[in-house]
């Protein structure tokens, strides 16, 4: 090792403030990359296959390589209103991957310059490498679960399965995701509970808020009821509910009566079917309204 005093300061704070300048550089030439990269990325992934035969973008399904025509305009408002649009989706997948890549673009400059310095002012790095390559090795045999869990974070987050402000059901935990770390996500619950999941312990995963729901709200009556005017009733308040300017706008296209869909000697049941962007109130909406509406025929 060099003596401190045989150092010449003058020119290694020179020296030191080249490589500071070129990793700022660098850095934000890296971050704008990123940026790039994943937003261009993301918005390719996210055409997906609307609710009806066509998707958003006009290409019908299975087309492959047909050229988009005109949006529906319902699903692109609904869709937007939402948060769940495809250019939403989009903008929230890249800001979940850059804010990841982010940090490993800091660490290796943040690395590399420490080595550069160490180097200037005439620390040996000889020997610190090969004690780091040897830690290296002893941690990676007693710290597989962390190498787990941060290669299943990466794959998680490069291939979309969920962003921040995602509902997520992980099969054990269901919430919104408020925090995706380099090992867990921090999830909430509907109750405020908050859960940390490993990432290397998610096996199967459900995501709320990409796409749509399609529910089918089972409606019950006694036997005995005409079938016919239950639906007729029915088919009203489906009217009734997709000309509400308070719901219409909940929905990705009007209510569907699927009719009497199972029935037994105390009971019958009839179905309606509504396809909405998230978990909304329409389902109880829709039943309330068929309570009164079946209360009168």
């Known amino acids: 090792m060099t003596k401190w005093t045989e150092i010449d300061w003058l020119n290694v704070l020179i020296n030191v403030g080249i490589i500071l300048a070129v990793a700022i550089v660098v850095r934000f030439i890296a971050r704008w990359l990123i940026r790039r990269a ?12 609307g609710p009806a035969t066509g ?12 050229k988009p025509t005109k949006r529906d305009p319902r699903v692109v408002a609904v869709l937007e209103a939402s948060g769940a649009s495809p250019e939403e989706r989009a903008r929230t997948r890249a800001d979940t991957i850059s804010h990841s890549l982010y940090l490993l673009v800091d660490w290796i400059l943040g690395i590399i310059v420490l080595l550069y310095v160490l180097s200037e002012i005439g620390v040996s790095l000889t020997p610190l490498l090969t004690s780091a390559g040897l830690s290296g090795i002893i941690i990676g045999f007693g710290a597989q679960s962390l190498i787990k869990d941060l290669l299943a974070g990466i794959f998680l987050v490069v291939e979309g399965q969920y962003s921040i402000g995602d509902t997520i059901d992980t ?8 925090e995706i770390g380099a090992r867990v996500t921090r999830l909430q619950s509907p109750d405020g509970e908050v ?26 009556v006694e036997a005995g009821r005409d ?38 000697t105390k009971q019958m049941v009839f179905t309606v079917r509504v396809t909405c962007p998230k978990q909304s109130g329409v389902e109880r909406e829709l039943r309330a309204r068929a309570v009164a509406a079946l209360a009168n025929v």
Request: net charge negative; proline share 3%; glycine share 10%.
């Open 195 to 220: 859960w940390y999941v490993r990432h290397g312990d998610i096996s199967t995963l459900g995501n709320q808020s990409q796409g749509w729901l399609t529910t089918d709200v089972a409606i019950t």
């Open 38 to 49: 994943t937003l261009r990325s993301s918005k390719r992934r996210y055409e997906y296959l």
């Open 55 to 66: 998707n958003m973008f006009g290409q019908q399904a299975g087309s492959k390589g047909a």
């Open 171 to 178: 099969g054990g935990v269901r919430g919104v995701v408020q």
């Open 227 to 264: 079938p016919d005017q239950v639906v007729a009733a029915l088919r009203r308040v489906a009217d009734e509910l997709e000309d509400d300017a308070q719901w219409h706008d909940e929905m990705l296209r009007p209510p569907v009566v699927l009719g009497l869909t199972s029935f037994d």
